[in-house]
T-cell receptor, first 111, second 113 residues
Framework: GESVGLHLPTLSVQEGDNSIINCAYSNSASDYFIWYKQESGKGPQFIIDIRSNMDKRQGQRVTVLLNKTVKHLSLQIAATQPGDSAVYFCAEILAQGRLAFGKGNQVVVIP | DAEITQSPRHKITETGRQVTLACHQTWNHNNMFWYRQDLGHGLRLIHYSYGVQDTNKGEVSDGYSVSRSNTEDLPLTLESAASSQTSVYFC????????????FGQGTRLTVV
């Protein structure tokens, strides 16, 4: 698999702690906002999405919060594990269903 | 199990050569996408297709072309490779327009020398 050594904002978190990853978006017309995870050497993988008429959505160990007033999206990971070490991308659905990705945030879990 | 595969995984080519990267998915998805991933830019959309015979330009389509002759494949062609096209390329597919869950291949690292 492949990956890119992206020079990204990095969040270092102790194993077992909660992580919060933030993202600002620009397109107010997007119907959905999404979080993807990219592990080293792999392609991005879908984590969770949230519809634009919602403020919060929970998945397994993850929660996505959407604040449309300030165009802000966040991903909370509970009880962070070593397997959570990855680059996390926010994305939005544009017109005609295309996905547009943000630049990504690196999460490093310290054992 | 259904999957999406890219080939080759690594490619080195010379400036000016034509290069084709293959993408094959077995989900029977209508939508297929090609992205490139570079330092400081994240994932940028090159071309996409919503079905057989349908192709559309993304935000960085110059120098690239695609064709969709069947549901399973969306090959990406670099007409005349340039050093600026050195990148990691990802193919993805999704079931329908507006579907938020796209499935990505493992990527192809292309180096143009």
């Amino acid at each position: 698999g492949e990956s890119v050594g992206l020079h990204l904002p990095t969040l270092s978190v102790q194993e077992g702690d909660n992580s919060i990853i933030n993202c600002a978006y620009s397109n107010s017309a997007s119907d959905y906002f999404i979080w993807y995870k990219q592990e080293s050497g792999k392609g991005p993988q879908f984590i969770i999405d949230i519809r634009s008429n919602m403020d919060k959505r929970q998945g397994q160990r993850v929660t996505v919060l959407l604040n449309k007033t300030v165009k802000h999206l966040s991903l909370q990971i509970a009880a962070t594990q070593p397997g959570d070490s990855a680059v996390y991308f926010c994305a939005e659905i544009l017109a005609q269903g295309r996905l547009a990705f943000g630049k990504g945030n690196q999460v490093v879990v310290i054992p | 199990d259904a999957e999406i595969t890219q080939s080759p995984r690594h490619k080195i080519t010379e400036t000016g050569r034509q290069v084709t990267l293959a993408c094959h998915q077995t989900w029977n998805h209508n939508n297929m996408f090609w992205y490139r991933q570079d330092l400081g830019h994240g994932l940028r959309l090159i071309h996409y297709s919503y079905g057989v015979q349908d192709t559309n330009k993304g935000e960085v389509s110059d120098g690239y072309s695609v064709s969709r002759s069947n549901t399973e494949d969306l090959p990406l062609t670099l007409e005349s490779a340039a050093s600026s096209q050195t990148s990691v390329y990802f193919c993805a597919s999704s079931a329908s327009r507006g579907n938020t869950e796209a499935f990505f291949g493992q990527g192809t690292r292309l180096t143009v020398v």
